[in-house]
């Protein structure tokens, strides 16, 4: 049984579900892949959506009863996908944002380019919270694609990477695929989720994506990326180690 920790369900508030039928059937669709616990993440501070916290709640509690009537047995819990932005500390201090299942952990999502000059401040001021960082999907980040370094250098600094199932899978083309993989390979991937959409374009693949996971690092990767899923919904900690920068692994084809 999987928990996903990325998905944009609720009806109306992002570029997700747009309707209540699409969230029951995307719900619906999550059940017969075998996930049994959905983070709802839409989107925050990214210039279109602000969907503060009390927001998120409300639809995630409507949501819930909706799935309950009809004997949908996925639970769905709070959470926001958050744009980094000079707002965001302001944010979280009137409590407009929400951690995934109001854990220690906070769900970030960078610009696809281009990482924000005052990034490690925010980092920094994070940390003094208690709060610990997700990278959401750091494998479509064009800046950690030219130099992977740089994200090893902020998995060094304490922050957890969420990767994509669908890049994994190759649905954002053979370069971003190739630098998920490196980044589970290269043991600074912590989370897989679905980051799923929609039914169409974006439908989540996590299952097939921890099938392919099983089969190119092994049982005990899979097991080890489930268990941190729990972490995150039981806000345990999730124990990590950091490994040297290896530039092969960056230069191995694909499984």
């Known amino acids: 049984m ?3 920790t990325h998905c944009h369900i609720l009806p109306g508030l992002d570029d997700g579900a747009r309707t209540w039928d699409e969230a029951i059937e995307m719900a619906q669709y999550a059940s017969s892949q075998g996930i049994h616990t959905i983070v709802a993440t839409p989107h925050h501070g990214d210039g279109r959506h602000d969907n503060q916290a009390e927001k998120v709640d409300l639809a995630v509690q409507e949501l819930s009863d909706e799935l309950e009537k009809r004997h949908i047995f996925v639970r769905i819990l709070s959470g926001q996908e958050v744009r980094v932005s000079k707002g965001l500390l302001l944010d979280l201090d009137a409590k407009r944002i929400r951690t995934l299942n109001h854990s220690q952990y906070i769900l970030l999502e960078l610009p696809p380019t281009g990482i924000p000059n005052y990034f490690d401040e925010v980092l920094y001021e994070l940390r003094v919270l208690g709060l610990t960082v997700i990278l959401a999907h750091p494998e479509r980040q064009l800046d950690f694609i030219a130099n992977p370094r740089l994200l090893h250098s902020y998995v060094e600094q304490g922050c957890l990477c969420q990767i994509t199932s669908q890049s994994l899978m190759g649905q954002f083309g053979r370069k971003i695929q190739k630098f998920a993989m490196y980044i589970c390979q290269s043991h600074l991937a912590h989370l897989i989720a679905s ?3 929609n039914l169409a374009s974006r439908r989540s693949n996590l299952a097939e994506a921890f099938s392919y996971i099983e089969k190119v690092q092994g049982r005990k990767a899979l097991e080890q990326y489930s268990l941190n899923a729990a ?6 900690r999730i124990v990590t180690e ?3 920068y290896k530039r092969r692994l960056w230069c191995l084809p694909l499984h």
């Open 231 to 236: 972490c995150v919904v039981r806000n345990e």
């Open 195 to 197: 980051d799923a959409h």
């Open 242 to 244: 950091t490994y040297p």
């Open 2 to 4: 999987l928990i996903d």
